[in-house]
């Protein structure tokens, strides 16, 4: 069964930078692309940033461009959100999703983590 497991929120001043992680498990045997989403009290889910792994090919919110980049490691399975210049608009809690294809589901599906909080207050 896949799992994505995050990791790295927590709470940060203002200006302040975080690493999120999330590491996916379970025989799987191709990855079309992870990425985060983040959801705010009062707010609809939104998508964060991207990234293919073919290709590496990213996409970000307007919100977080210039502040947070995305990135990923295809030998483990994991993808990592650094986010900088954290301002409290970034409060919410942090999903990860990945579409991959297991050896029990070989084709790609969409999963997504249990989600982790970052709280930007001083």
């Known amino acids: 069964q896949v799992q994505l497991v995050e990791s790295g929120g927590g709470l940060v001043q203002p200006g302040g930078s975080l690493r999120l992680s999330c590491a996916a498990s379970?025989?799987?045997?191709?990855?079309?692309?992870m990425g985060w989403y983040r959801h705010a009290p009062g707010k609809q889910r939104e998508l964060v940033a991207t990234?293919?792994?073919?290709?590496?090919?990213?996409n970000y919110a307007d919100s977080v461009k210039g502040r947070f980049t995305i990135s990923g490691d295809n030998a483990k399975n994991t993808v990592y959100l650094q986010m900088n210049s954290l301002t409290s608009e970034d409060t919410a809690v942090y999903y990860c999703?990945?579409?991959?294809?297991?050896?029990?589901?070989?084709?790609?599906?969409?999963?997504w983590g249990q989600g982790t909080q970052v709280t930007v207050s001083s």
């Open positions: 999703n990945a579409a991959l294809a297991s050896i029990a589901t070989p084709t790609f599906m969409s999963y």
């Open positions: 379970g025989s799987i045997v191709s990855s079309y692309a």
């Open positions: 990234i293919t792994s073919a290709h590496g090919r990213t």
